[in-house]
């Protein structure tokens, strides 16, 4: 059975740390891609980063830059997303997502079930 489970959410105070981990099994972690990607209250999915099957390569939206850090470790089939600086923008549910290709144009996708962020005074 697939399974991406998120863990490491919570109430935070604006200028704190948290540090997100999404836990995979069920599938060949390190032959996927994978993205954090989060949905504030009211709103629609949001992509905040990306990091290629090996973890050589690294990508972040614009609102996270320079405050995110996605990183993964394939040995023990683990996603990872530390954000530093957090404000009360950065309040959503967090989802871990993976992504391969299959085939000439079709993908193979599984979501976490999410971890709530509040960032709040």
């Known amino acids: 059975e697939v399974q991406l489970v998120e863990f490491g959410g919570g109430l935070v105070q604006p200028g704190g740390s948290l540090r997100l981990s999404c836990a995979a099994s069920?599938?060949?972690?390190?032959?996927?891609?994978m993205s954090w990607v989060r949905q504030a209250p009211g709103k629609g999915l949001e992509w905040v980063s990306a990091?290629?099957?090996?973890?050589?390569?690294?990508s972040y939206a614009d609102s996270v830059k320079g405050r995110f850090t996605i990183s993964r470790d394939n040995a023990k089939n683990t996603l990872y997303l530390q954000m530093n600086s957090l404000k009360p923008e950065d309040t959503a549910v967090y989802y871990c997502?993976?992504?391969?290709?299959?085939?000439?144009?079709?993908?193979?996708?599984?979501w976490g079930q999410g971890t709530q962020v509040t960032v709040s005074s």
């Open positions: 997502n993976a992504v391969r290709t299959v085939g000439d144009s079709g993908l193979e996708t599984y």
């Open positions: 069920g599938f060949t972690f390190s032959s996927y891609a």
């Open positions: 990091i290629n099957s090996g973890g050589g390569s690294t």
